[in-house]
């Protein structure tokens, strides 16, 4: 039990290495897709090209961000990156397809230096990465409920175990202390019975007339 509790909470933990690392990257896109919107509204060509040094940073950022969450020593955010599985009294659960890579988001061609270019990537190209993420999002976010919900179960059968032992030692305890009573009446009884019969013993000989032996 111990041990399928320890992975759970595992894979739990990886989970929420991605969930952080995919909600960076949708930071990321949104101010991408500011950018390209002033790119695309601006008619100076020297405000749009720092505009476009900005956006390729950003893109970098994300690279960078696919490239390096890490857990355990493996990648967690690049495609296929995630092989982890939970199982629980048959159950198992089989966690997939929830990375991406820079360039299936925005490729390195990309730029927002021409008015063109930074109105296509604001209006449909920062849309289309934006769902892609979102949909990694909703598919990890079953995950995580399900395995939450795995590990939930499993603690309470840990405390049920724990509990059933307690009850079982508390059991043990109270047999012994009864025992340990009962010897104590059948001694207190015991010397009860042999001073009465001491006292019988006295009265006897008294009657006898041997009260002076």
């Not at 893109?59 to 599985?85: C, H, K, L, P, Q």
């Not at 990537?121 to 939450?148: E, H, P, T």
């Amino acid at each position: 039990m111990s041990a399928a509790l320890a992975g759970a909470q595992s894979v739990s933990a990886q989970l929420s290495v991605v969930d952080a690392g995919l909600m960076s990257i949708n930071n990321y896109l949104i101010e991408m897709q500011k950018l390209a919107f002033q790119a695309a509204a601006t008619q100076d060509d020297n405000a749009r090209a720092s505009l476009n040094t900005q956006f390729g940073n950003l893109r970098s950022t994300i690279n960078a961000v696919v490239t390096n969450t890490w857990y355990n020593g493996r990648r967690v955010i690049s495609t296929g990156a995630i092989n982890a599985s939970v199982n629980l009294m048959g159950f198992n659960l089989v966690l997939r397809s929830v990375g991406v890579t820079q360039a299936s988001l925005v490729a390195n061609s990309t730029t927002i230096s021409t008015k063109a270019g930074a109105s296509a990537f604001a209006n449909v190209s920062a849309q289309a990465a934006l769902s892609m993420v979102a949909i990694r999002q909703g598919r990890l976010g079953g995950y995580i409920d399900i395995v939450d919900a795995v590990i939930e179960d499993l603690e309470n059968r840990q405390a049920g175990l724990t509990a059933a032992a307690g009850a079982i030692g508390n059991a043990d305890e109270a047999a012994e202390t009864a025992n340990i009573a009962k010897q104590q009446i059948r001694l207190q009884y015991a010397t009860a019975v042999i001073a009465q019969a001491n006292i019988l013993d006295t009265t006897i000989l008294k009657l006898l007339g041997f009260d002076g032996i």
